[in-house]
């Protein structure tokens, strides 16, 4: 069996939140967060949370792959900003689109969310078990970060973005066809600290724990050295492993952490910034909904042609890494 991405959707909320807005509540600038970033500005949900955010994507995606919501098979949804702990955000999509024939059920693996998830469809079609699944990567960042840490706050802003995916008669073997032709997962659970958030507790009355309401903790330079090491190595390992080239790629659909780090990536597969498409500046980092978004920006653009060959690569908490090499 072979995998086709066969549509595209995202969803941001209106809310745009700017620097300049950002540097009312933390000792911050612009200036700063343009340079150390790329990011100017971001949005942010009011009142729309991860679930609804995840519908419109998802609505979106249903259309332009010309698919019924009762066509799906499976629904997973990547996030690490649930709007509850039960029931799961893909349950919630479900019920919202109406997508009746679906199982569904969430993933975890922070900003590489969308990967695992992108990843663990292509296993359930190529396994037999499933022709038809909606892929969800979302986050509502704006519900956990620390709104008085400027080393955090400025970075993060909300967004879903969604694919439909297909099996079709054929084999992955032959890389000139369109479909998913190769995928990388990796975790190392040892560095979980650099880049954590403590789940929400109402408290517990027998150990005499406390709410606690948390929020995002980084080490950003640990997370940046991570990833301008972790992605080249995993797009050139998702390369070598395909037997194809960095030269065949025509766009490395890239995680949007820090503009600083797509260039460190470009400079190190010795490729172009044009190749590294960016909306950072406008979404700062999603999270889990960034590399779908992104996706989605380019189709509806109009930028993705028949046998574009495109690597998809993120990397977060965990930590976590993932990739994706995809014929259009
Ligand atoms: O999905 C994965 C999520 N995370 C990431 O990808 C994070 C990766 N890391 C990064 O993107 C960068 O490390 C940051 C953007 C987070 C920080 O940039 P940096 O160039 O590593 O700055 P820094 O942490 O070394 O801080 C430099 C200075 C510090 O002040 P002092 O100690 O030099 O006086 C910070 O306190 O900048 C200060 N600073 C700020 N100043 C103004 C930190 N945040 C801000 C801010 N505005 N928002």
Redesign the pocket.
């Known amino acids: 069996m072979r995998t086709k991405i066969v549509g595209t959707g995202s969803y941001v909320p209106e809310h745009i939140a700017t620097n300049d807005d950002l540097a009312k509540i933390?000792?911050?600038?612009d200036e700063?967060?343009r340079t150390?970033?790329g990011i100017c500005e971001r949005r942010i949900s009011e009142g729309i949370g991860t679930s609804k955010m995840a519908s419109r994507a998802s609505r979106n995606a249903l259309e332009n792959a010309k698919i019924k919501a009762e066509e799906i098979q499976l629904i997973l949804l990547a996030t690490s900003t649930p709007d509850h702990h039960f029931p799961s955000g893909a349950c919630e999509v479900q019920a919202d689109i109406g997508a009746i024939h679906a199982a569904a059920y969430d993933i975890s693996a922070a900003?590489s969310g969308f990967l695992f998830a992108l990843n663990t469809a292509h296993s359930f079609i190529q396994s037999g078990c499933y022709e038809t699944i909606l892929v969800i990567g979302v986050d509502c960042m704006s519900k956990v970060v620390d709104w008085s840490d400027?080393?955090t706050c400025?970075?993060f802003g909300d967004g879903a973005g969604a694919v439909v995916m297909k099996g079709e008669t054929g084999t992955e073997a032959d890389t000139n066809a369109s479909g998913l032709l190769h995928m990388i997962m990796g975790s190392d659970g040892t560095k979980g600290s650099v880049?954590s958030c403590e789940a929400r507790t109402v408290g517990n009355f027998l150990t005499g724990t406390k709410p606690n309401f948390g929020t995002v903790a980084?080490d950003?330079?640990e997370?940046?050295k991570f990833?301008v090491k972790k992605m080249p190595e995993i797009i050139e390992q998702l390369m070598r492993e395909s037997e194809l080239t960095i030269e065949e790629v025509r766009y490395f659909v890239l995680?949007q952490?820090?503009y600083r780090?797509s260039e460190s990536i470009a400079k190190r597969l010795k490729v172009s910034m044009e190749q590294i498409p960016m909306n950072i500046d406008r979404y700062g980092?999603t999270?889990a909904g960034s590399v779908p978004i992104l996706l989605d920006e380019l189709n509806r653009q109009g930028r993705l042609k028949e046998g574009d060959l495109l690597a998809l690569a993120g990397?977060?908490a965990g930590l976590t890494w993932g990739a994706a090499l995809v014929r259009w």
């Open positions: 933390v000792d911050t600038s700063w967060i150390r970033t900003c400027r080393g400025v970075l880049l980084m950003g330079q997370v940046f990833a995680h952490a820090n780090i980092n999270s990397f977060g």
